[in-house]
C-alpha cells in the first residue's frame, strides 16, 4: 500500500518552481530517503505533504485517499507528523508538557498530569526514545529534544514521519541512535521520509531513495541497488568528486599563535583548558570533537565574541587579546560562523545587504558614510555567480534561501574578504554534495595560496581529508595533536569520545 | 511581507474602521451620512480646512518618526512625550533669551537646542539599555514623567509669566515660525517635518551609520559578528530617535503656542507609536500615516460641531486601524487570497 502519493505537484515562488510537476510515492512502512541539492524543492515538498505549504496544482494522496490540505492540523488529523529542523519547543517547559501541548489528556477542564506523564513513558520505552519526562527543555542536548520532537509526533498518533535534515545537527554517536529510533518505528509499522545531504547515511538506513534537482523530480531508486557516487550524479547531474585532493603543503610563516588560552564559560561550566597551538600560512587545522567540547567557545574567543581569562591570542605578530570584533577583522581574520542563523546572516534583509555586512563601512562599498549601492550590487552579482547561490525573487531575502544556499552566502562573503587568517566553523554543514565539493575545493585553494585556515568540524571525513594537522579536543582541553596522516578513523574516535591517556603524549 | 501587501493591508484596515466606526454612529442614533459629510468636509472641504488637517498632521511626523526610527534599530521608545516637553522647553528658554540673534539663525539655533535637548533626554535610557541591560520600556515611561514634571518645575521656579497660567511669556515676532498659507495656522513646521522625514530616510537606506542601525535592529548577534558596536548604536538610535521627538515640541512652540505652556500635549508622544505602526516604521509611511491621523482629529472636530457628534468617536476609528494594521490576520481570514505564502519559513 502506499502511504503517500504526490501526481503532478507544482509549487512556485515568484516565478521560480521550486517543486515542478512531481510525482512521489511512498510505500507504507519504507524509509523514504529524499536527496537533492540545496534549493532543489526538499523542503519545499515535505511541508505541502504536511499543509505547510498549498500546492499550486497537482494531487495529494494520503493511505489511498485523495485530500487537501489546508494546514498542518490537516495533515495531523491524517496522522502525518513532521520534524522540524528548527525544533519547535518551548524551553521553559518539562519535556511532557511540551510532548501534550495542544493535546493534554484532561477531565473536567484539568490536565490530568500522571496520565500524560504515563503515556509518554510508555511511548520512550516503546520505541527507546530515551527521555528524562521532567526535565526543562531548555536543559537538555539537541539529541534528546530532536527525541521530544519525535516523541510529540508520535503522541499525536503519527503513523508517517518526516524528518527534515535530522542529523545536521547530531553527534556521530547522536546520529546513530536516531537510526536505531527509526529501524525501531519502522519494524512497528510506521512509514518515515528523511532529507539529508549525507550520501553515507542515505545507504545505510534508507530502503529507496528519491532525488529531486531544480524543482523536478530525478528518479527513485532502491538502496541496494545504487552507490553514494550514483546518487551524487543524479543530484548534481555530473560527476562528482567525493574527496579532494590535498596535495603537499609549504608551510609559511606563524599566522596565529594560541598560548596558555584559559576560558571559563560561566553559563555552561565548561573551560578551555590550557590551550596552545598554532597555524602557518599554507596549512589547514583541523579541530576534532564531539560537539559541545568546547568548539564553539574556542571560536568565538578568536573571533573577539567572548573574552576569555588568561592567555594570549597573537595574530599577525599581534596580540589581539584586546582586539574588538572590527579590528580582529581589520588584522586578518574572516569568520564562517558555526551558527548561521543566529550569527550569520540576517534573515530580513536581501542578498546584497548581507554580503556587504561587516564590509559596509569599507571602500568601495562606502564613501565615508555613504553607501555605494553600485558597487554593492555589483559584487553580489559576482558572488552569486561565482558560488551559484540560487534564489526564485530578485530581490530574494535571506530568509528565503533554502539552507544550504544561506551557506554559501555566508562562506562567499567571507572568503572573498582579503585576509590570510580563515576561522572556518561547520563550513558545510547542511549544503550538498556538489556544494561540499566546491567549498572544500576553494578551502584547499586558500591553504595553497598561502592562507591560514582553522577548520572546526563535526565531519570526521571532512577534517581527515582537509587537515593538514589535526588536534582532537575533549571537554575543553586538548587531548592529542599531530599530522592528520598518523590518526585513523578508529583512534579519532575513541580519542573524540574521551578515551585517552591522561597525562600521555598522544601520537 | 511585500510592500504592496503591507500598503493594501493598510488600506483595508482604512476602510474597515470606517465601517466599523459607520455602525458605531448608527448604534449611537445619529445620521452615518451626515457624519462622514461632516468628517470629509472638516478635513478636506475647504482651503482652510485642509490646513486645519495638515496642523494636526505636524506634530505626528515628528512623533511617529520618532518611534520608527527607534522600532528600526530594535528598540520601543515609548519616551516621546517626555522627549517632546525637553524639546519644547529648551526650544522655548532659547527664542525668549537671544532674541538679539536675527530672526531665521533665531529660529534655528532655537529648533537645534530643541532636539539636543529631546535627544539627551532619551541618551539616558538608551545608556541605561547599553551599559545595564535595562530595558526601555520602563525607562522610557519613567523619563517620561521625569521630563514632564520637571519643565513644569524649571518653569515655575524661574520662567513663569505673571498670570494665573503656568506658561512663559509670549515670543516676539520674528522668532516665530513664519506662516505657509496666510490666515491660517498653519507654518513651515510642516515643511520642516518633510525634510525631516526625508533626512530619516535617506539616512537609514543609504548610510552605513542607518545600515548599522538597522543591523542592529534585526539582529543583534549578527551585529556582534560583524564588528558592530552595539551599545554605541543603542545610544545613537535613541538618540536621533529623541532629537526628532525634540522637534515636534519645538516646532509647537515656535508654530502654534508661541510659548511654553504645562501640559500643552494632548498626547502627542504616545500617538506617534499608532502612527508609526500604521506607517509600519518606513519614514514616508509615517508621513502618510501621520496625515490619516490628522485627517481624522481635524474631521473629527467638525464632526463634532456640526453635527453634534462626539469626536471621540474619531479616537475609536484611529484605534480600530491600529488594530487591524497590528492584526492582519483578520484580514486574512476575511480575504483567504491575503494569505498565500504569508511569512518565511526558514529551514534547516
Ligand atoms: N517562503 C519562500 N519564499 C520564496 N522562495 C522560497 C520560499 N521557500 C523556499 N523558497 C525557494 O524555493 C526553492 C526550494 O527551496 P527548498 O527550501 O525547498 O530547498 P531544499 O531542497 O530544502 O534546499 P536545502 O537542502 O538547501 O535545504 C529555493 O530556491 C528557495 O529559495
Ligand atoms: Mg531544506
Same mark, same amino acid.
Given at each position: 500500500?502506499?502511504? +503517500? &502519493? @504526490?501526481?503532478?505537484?507544482?509549487?512556485?515562488?515568484?516565478?521560480?518552481?521550486?517543486?515542478?510537476?512531481?510525482?512521489?510515492?511512498?510505500?507504507?512502512?519504507?524509509?523514504?530517503?529524499?536527496? =537533492?541539492?540545496?534549493? !532543489?524543492?526538499? #523542503?519545499?515538498?515535505?511541508?505541502?505533504?504536511? =499543509?505547510?505549504?498549498?500546492?499550486?496544482?497537482?494531487?495529494?494522496?494520503?493511505?489511498?485517499?485523495?485530500?487537501?490540505?489546508?494546514? $498542518?492540523?490537516?495533515?495531523?488529523?491524517?496522522?502525518?507528523?513532521?520534524?522540524?529542523?528548527?525544533?519547535?519547543?518551548? *524551553?521553559?517547559?518539562?519535556?511532557?508538557?511540551?510532548?501534550?501541548?495542544?493535546?493534554? $489528556?484532561?477531565?473536567? =477542564?484539568?490536565?490530568?498530569?500522571?496520565?500524560? &506523564?504515563?503515556?509518554?513513558?510508555? @511511548?520512550?520505552?516503546?520505541?527507546?526514545?530515551?527521555?528524562?519526562?521532567? #526535565?526543562?527543555?531548555?536543559?537538555?542536548?539537541?539529541?534528546?529534544?530532536?527525541?521530544?520532537? +519525535?516523541?510529540?509526533?508520535?503522541?499525536?498518533?503519527?503513523?508517517?514521519?518526516?524528518? *527534515?535534515?535530522?542529523? !545536521?545537527?547530531?553527534?556521530?554517536?547522536?546520529?546513530k541512535e536516531l537510526f536505531n529510533v527509526l529501524e525501531q518505528l519502522k519494524k512497528s509499522?510506521?512509514?518515515?521520509?528523511?532529507?539529508?545531504?549525507?550520501?553515507?547515511?542515505?545507504?545505510?538506513?534508507?530502503?529507496?531513495? #528519491?532525488?529531486?534537482?531544480?524543482?523536478?523530480?530525478?528518479?527513485?531508486?532502491?538502496? #541496494?541497488?545504487?552507490? $553514494? !557516487?550514483?546518487?551524487?550524479?543524479?543530484?548534481?547531474?555530473? &560527476?562528482?568528486?567525493?574527496?579532494?585532493?590535498?596535495?603537499q603543503n609549504n608551510p609559511g610563516e606563524k599566522v596565529l599563535e594560541i598560548s596558555n588560552l584559559n576560558y571559563k564559560n560561566k553559563k555552561s561550566g565548561l573551560s578551555l583548558e590550557d590551550i596552545n597551538f598554532s597555524i602557518q600560512a599554507g596549512e589547514i587545522l583541523g579541530i576534532a570533537g564531539v560537539e559541545g567540547n568546547g568548539q564553539l567557545e574556542l571560536e568565538e574567543v578568536i573571533a573577539g565574541l567572548r573574552s576569555f581569562q588568561q592567555g594570549n591570542i597573537e595574530l599577525n605578530s599581534k596580540i589581539i587579546n584586546n582586539f574588538s570584533v572590527k579590528e580582529r577583522r581589520k588584522n586578518g581574520l574572516a569568520h564562517i560562523p558555526s551558527d548561521r542563523l543566529k550569527r550569520g546572516l540576517i534573515q530580513n534583509f536581501n542578498l546584497a545587504n548581507n554580503l556587504v555586512l561587516g564590509s559596509e563601512w569599507d571602500s568601495p562599498y562606502a564613501y565615508y558614510s555613504i553607501l555605494n549601492y553600485n558597487e554593492i550590487n555589483k559584487f553580489k552579482d559576482e558572488i552569486v555567480k561565482e558560488f551559484d547561490l540560487r534564489y526564485t525573487k530578485n530581490n530574494s531575502i535571506a530568509g528565503e534561501l533554502s539552507g544550504g544556499n544561506q551557506q554559501k552566502l555566508i562562506i562567499g562573503r567571507e572568503l572573498s574578504r582579503e585576509t590570510n587568517f580563515i576561522l572556518a566553523a561547520q563550513p558545510t554543514r547542511g549544503v550538498d554534495v556538489g556544494a561540499i565539493e566546491y567549498i572544500h575545493k576553494l578551502l584547499i585553494e586558500m591553504r595553497n595560496n598561502g592562507k591560514a585556515i582553522l577548520l572546526i568540524s563535526a565531519e570526521l571525513d571532512e577534517l581527515r581529508s582537509l587537515s593538514d594537522h589535526l588536534l582532537v579536543i575533549y571537554e575543553g582541553k586538548i587531548v592529542a595533536r599531530g599530522s592528520t596522516d598518523k590518526f585513523t578513523e578508529e583512534e579519532l574516535g575513541l580519542l573524540m569520545a574521551g578515551h585517552y591517556q591522561q597525562g600521555g603524549e598522544n601520537v | 511581507m511585500s510592500k504592496y501587501k503591507n500598503i493594501l493591508n493598510s488600506i483595508l484596515a482604512i476602510i474597515f474602521a470606517l465601517f466599523v466606526g459607520a455602525v458605531l454612529i448608527k448604534i449611537s442614533g445619529h445620521s452615518v451620512k451626515e457624519a462622514y459629510y461632516y468628517l470629509f468636509y472638516g478635513a478636506f472641504g475647504t482651503s482652510y480646512n485642509f490646513a486645519q488637517t495638515l496642523l494636526m498632521t505636524t506634530p505626528l511626523i515628528f512623533t511617529g518618526l520618532a518611534v520608527a526610527i527607534g522600532f528600526q534599530s530594535g528598540l520601543f521608545n515609548i519616551g516621546g512625550e517626555g522627549q517632546l516637553y525637553w524639546g519644547a522647553f529648551v526650544t522655548a528658554i532659547i527664542a525668549i533669551k537671544f532674541t538679539l540673534l536675527p530672526g531665521y539663525l533665531l529660529i534655528f539655533i532655537a529648533l537645534l537646542g530643541g532636539a539636543l535637548a529631546g535627544g539627551l533626554w532619551a541618551a539616558f535610557p538608551g545608556y541605561l539599555k547599553a551599559k545595564t541591560g535595562a530595558h526601555e520600556v520602563i525607562t522610557t515611561i519613567m523619563f517620561n514623567y521625569i521630563g514632564i514634571l520637571a519643565t513644569t518645575f524649571l518653569l515655575k521656579r524661574y520662567f513663569k509669566a505673571d498670570g494665573p497660567v503656568d506658561q512663559t511669556v509670549m515670543l516676539t515676532k520674528k522668532a516665530r515660525l513664519p506662516e505657509l498659507i496666510t490666515n491660517t495656522r498653519l507654518t513651515w513646521a510642516i515643511i520642516i517635518g518633510i525634510i525631516v522625514v526625508f533626512l530619516v530616510d535617506q539616512l537609514l537606506k543609504r548610510t552605513a551609520i542607518g545600515f548599522d542601525l538597522k543591523v542592529v535592529g534585526e539582529n543583534i548577534f549578527a551585529a556582534e559578528y560583524a564588528g558592530i558596536k552595539t551599545g554605541k548604536y543603542t545610544i545613537l538610535a535613541m538618540i536621533i530617535s529623541g532629537a526628532v521627538a525634540g522637534l515636534a515640541g519645538g516646532t509647537i512652540v515656535l508654530g502654534v503656542l508661541h510659548r511654553f505652556i504645562t501640559n500643552f500635549s494632548p498626547g502627542y508622544g504616545f500617538t506617534g507609536i499608532a502612527v508609526a505602526v500604521l506607517g509600519r516604521n518606513k519614514p514616508w509611511g509615517v508621513l502618510l500615516a501621520a496625515f490619516l491621523f490628522g485627517a481624522l482629529e481635524a474631521g473629527g472636530m467638525a464632526m463634532q460641531l456640526f453635527a453634534d457628534i462626539p469626536s471621540d468617536l474619531m479616537e475609536i476609528v484611529q484605534g480600530l486601524v491600529i488594530l487591524f494594521v497590528a492584526a492582519p490576520a483578520i484580514f486574512e481570514i476575511i480575504f483567504p487570497v491575503i494569505k498565500k505564502n504569508r511569512g518565511v519559513e526558514s529551514n534547516v
Open positions: 500500500m502506499k502511504a +503517500i &502519493e @504526490l501526481k503532478k505537484i507544482t509549487k512556485k515562488f515568484g516565478n521560480t518552481y521550486a517543486n515542478n510537476k512531481i510525482d512521489f510515492s511512498v510505500q507504507q512502512g519504507e524509509i523514504h530517503c529524499l536527496l =537533492g541539492e540545496n534549493g !532543489a524543492g526538499k #523542503s519545499t515538498l515535505v511541508k505541502i505533504i504536511f =499543509g505547510l505549504y498549498q500546492k499550486d496544482s497537482g494531487e495529494i494522496k494520503i493511505n489511498d485517499q485523495i485530500v487537501k490540505l489546508k494546514g $498542518p492540523a490537516d495533515a495531523i488529523a491524517r496522522k502525518v507528523g513532521m520534524i522540524h529542523q528548527h525544533f519547535m519547543l518551548v *524551553d521553559s517547559l518539562t519535556i511532557t508538557e511540551n510532548i501534550i501541548a495542544g493535546a493534554e $489528556p484532561s477531565s473536567k =477542564g484539568f490536565i490530568n498530569y500522571r496520565e500524560a &506523564e504515563r503515556k509518554v513513558r510508555d @511511548l520512550s520505552e516503546q520505541y527507546n526514545l530515551q527521555v528524562k519526562v521532567d #526535565s526543562l527543555v531548555g536543559e537538555i542536548s539537541v539529541g534528546e529534544q530532536q527525541r521530544v520532537e +519525535i516523541l510529540k509526533a508520535l503522541y499525536r498518533n503519527a503513523e508517517i514521519l518526516i524528518l *527534515d535534515e535530522p542529523t !545536521a545537527v547530531l553527534t556521530p554517536q547522536e546520529t509499522g510506521k512509514t518515515i521520509i528523511f532529507i539529508t545531504h549525507k550520501l553515507k547515511e542515505t545507504m545505510q538506513v534508507a530502503d529507496r531513495v #528519491s532525488v529531486l534537482r531544480d524543482g523536478k523530480k530525478v528518479g527513485t531508486v532502491e538502496t #541496494s541497488q545504487t552507490n $553514494p !557516487a550514483e546518487l551524487a550524479r543524479m543530484m548534481v547531474g555530473r &560527476e562528482v568528486l567525493l574527496k579532494v585532493n590535498r596535495t | -
